[in-house]
């Protein structure tokens, strides 16, 4: 078996890294399964090699290849990082042609990047990282680990968001605000002040979800 990239998911993360790398041409060896998944046989023509308990072997046969977390939980992905660590493999980058980065910009790795997403200069994007399409990323940003950027979500200059941060669909950011850790914004929130580890905000201006009644999205 070639080597090639791994992807360890099959969910949509899979399936945008799927498409990604079928446009640019790269091999994709397979995919491998998280255990709360129940994939078919393939997807997108692309095998499902197995779960992660087969992933040494996995490993092994497609001959150490690179890989791609594809997990939608901030959390879960930053421990799936971990757990995979003593291979001390190597990630790559599933980054949609259409999308366009700055060349003062600068890139971690494991970063899925979304059609028509834009990242303007001296921003600084981390590691396994979800960027979804139409996010617009302005200069001097700054994106931790394990962030997920929701389709349509705009972060003025000098944002800085905060390890393990989901941001949802069309929320914007003002500059120079700053998120902490594990924060939560909204659909549609605008969010003129710092928010603050694990916190909850939504609405225009984003304003602390307090109860756990509460739901966010």
Avoid: W
């Avoid at 905060?162 to 605008?190: E, F, H, L, N, Q």
């Amino acid at each position: 078996m070639a080597k090639g990239i791994l992807i360890i998911g099959t969910g949509a993360q899979a399936k945008y890294a799927l498409e990604i790398f079928n446009l640019n041409n790269m091999t994709v060896c397979g995919l491998v399964a998280l255990p709360e998944e129940s994939p078919p046989e393939s997807l997108d023509n692309t095998e499902i090699l197995g779960d992660l308990q087969d992933f040494e072997s996995i490993y092994q046969k497609c001959e150490k290849p690179s890989l791609l977390l594809c997990c939608s939980r901030n959390k879960e992905k930053e421990e799936l990082k971990v757990s995979l660590s003593k291979y001390d493999p190597e990630y790559t980058n599933a980054i949609h042609p259409t999308a366009v980065i700055a060349r003062t910009a600068v890139l971690g790795q494991g970063i899925i990047l979304n059609a028509c997403a834009v990242i303007q200069p001296y921003a600084r994007i981390g590691n396994h990282i979800m960027i979804h399409a139409g996010v617009i990323i302005e200069h001097d940003c700054i994106i931790q680990n394990y962030v997920n950027l929701a389709p349509k979500v705009t972060l003025a200059g000098h944002v800085k968001i905060g390890k393990g941060t989901t941001v949802y669909t069309g929320a914007v950011i003002c500059p120079t605000v700053k998120t902490g850790d594990y924060c939560t914004v909204g659909a549609g929130s605008v969010v003129l002040e710092r928010v603050g580890d694990g916190k909850k905000v939504a609405g225009v201006p984003a304003s602390e979800i307090k109860h756990e009644e509460d739901t966010i999205k």
